[in-house]
């Protein structure tokens, strides 16, 4: 069974960068979508990256595009999420997520993932 570990948040100041790390355990990530997510308190869960495993491209949200990139190491079993210039706004609990079921498009919608990481968090601040 599939399972995914998320690693890497903590406190930076504002302008810095954190890498996390989202490893899965159980079962290749192979083709299927990926996502990363984030929740910030008293917030919906939003949408940041997709990728998709039919073709391997990367899509983001625009609050997030030029300072964010999302990769996937294969032989590792591992994506990244790679944020740069973080801002106050960035704080919160950062998710990452696998959609088992679809071959279509990855999407932004977390109703499309059914497996999820425990999160970690991620504290931008002076």
């Known amino acids: 069974q599939l399972q995914l570990v998320e690693s890497g948040g903590g406190w930076v100041q504002p302008g810095g960068s954190l890498r996390l790390s989202c490893n899965a355990s159980?079962?290749?990530?192979?083709?299927?979508?990926i996502g990363w997510f984030r929740q910030a308190p008293g917030r919906e869960r939003e949408g940041l990256a997709c990728h998709y495993g039919g073709s391997g491209d990367e899509y983001y949200v625009d609050s997030v595009k030029g300072r964010f990139t999302m990769s996937k190491n294969s032989a590792k079993n591992t994506v990244y999420l790679q944020m740069n210039s973080l801002r106050t706004w960035d704080t919160a609990v950062y998710y990452c997520?696998?959609?088992?079921?679809?071959?279509?498009?990855?999407?932004?919608?977390?109703?499309?993932?059914?497996?999820w990481g425990q999160g970690t968090q991620v504290t931008v601040s002076s």
């Open positions: 159980g079962t290749l990530l192979g083709h299927y979508n």
């Open positions: 997520a696998v959609d088992t079921r679809t071959a279509f498009m990855c999407s932004l919608g977390q109703n499309e993932y059914d497996t």
